[in-house]
């Protein structure tokens, strides 16, 4: 049996088990106050460090998602509408054209590519009937058009190879034509120049300046 002890104005304290002589008495009633203190506290010290886990979760989610970090580490990408301002010849006949008056268009998606450019310095005459030009006013119409789509790869973090699917230009289609240019990406402008094709490198390579346009 336990004995319970009584103060001096007849309230109950705590209950102990009678115990041997020399034994510290053992508590086995409700604990001391300093004890259920204690123990409050920490249980608010876990919580409070539960939720100082988890808001510091949710700041470091919502910090890598954010636009600003979204491409950080990233390559930039080429894909996207592009066209051309200025094309550089080199060799013998070396010069820089603007193409201000050039209609053209290059678009890239994940692994293909389109390229339409009309290469004339001005309005290209329109044949008054097909079926009766002559070759030379066909050629004017039609000659300075360039058009070609196929597929793409970029190597080495600086090399742009296409493999052209169609082309205005049979002899630049079909298995193993590709053209292999090296690039250069600077946030919306591009230069593109030629290094090699199926039959060697360029002797006399052009670079092609364009910007963005989507």
Request: charged share 20%; hydrophobic share 40%; no cysteine.
């Amino acid at each position: 049996m336990s004995a319970r002890a009584l103060s001096g104005d007849g309230m109950k304290r705590e209950e102990y088990a009678p115990n041997p002589a020399g034994s510290p008495k053992k508590f086995i009633g409700r604990q001391p106050k300093a004890a259920h203190w204690a123990h409050a506290r920490y249980r608010a010290f876990f919580r409070e460090a539960h939720v100082a886990k988890l808001l510091a979760v949710v700041l470091t989610v919502v910090l890598l998602s954010s636009p600003g970090n979204a491409g950080q580490g990233k390559p930039a990408s080429i894909q996207g509408v592009w066209r051309a301002v200025e094309v550089t010849l080199t060799g013998p006949a070396a010069r820089t054209i603007a193409f201000t008056d050039r209609p053209n268009l290059t678009i890239f998606t994940a692994r293909h590519y389109s390229r339409i450019e009309v290469q004339a310095d001005g309005p290209r005459p329109i044949p008054a009937d097909v079926a009766k030009a002559s070759a030379d006013e066909l050629r004017a119409a039609w000659g300075p058009f360039v058009a070609e789509g196929g597929t793409y790869e970029l190597t080495n973090g600086s090399l742009l190879t296409v493999r052209p699917i169609a082309a205005k230009n049979p002899a630049v289609m079909g298995p193993g034509v590709f053209i292999t240019y090296s690039y250069k990406l600077e946030g919306d402008t591009i230069w593109v120049t030629q290094q090699r094709n199926q039959n060697g490198p360029f002797p006399n390579p052009v670079t092609f300046k364009s910007v963005r346009v989507e």
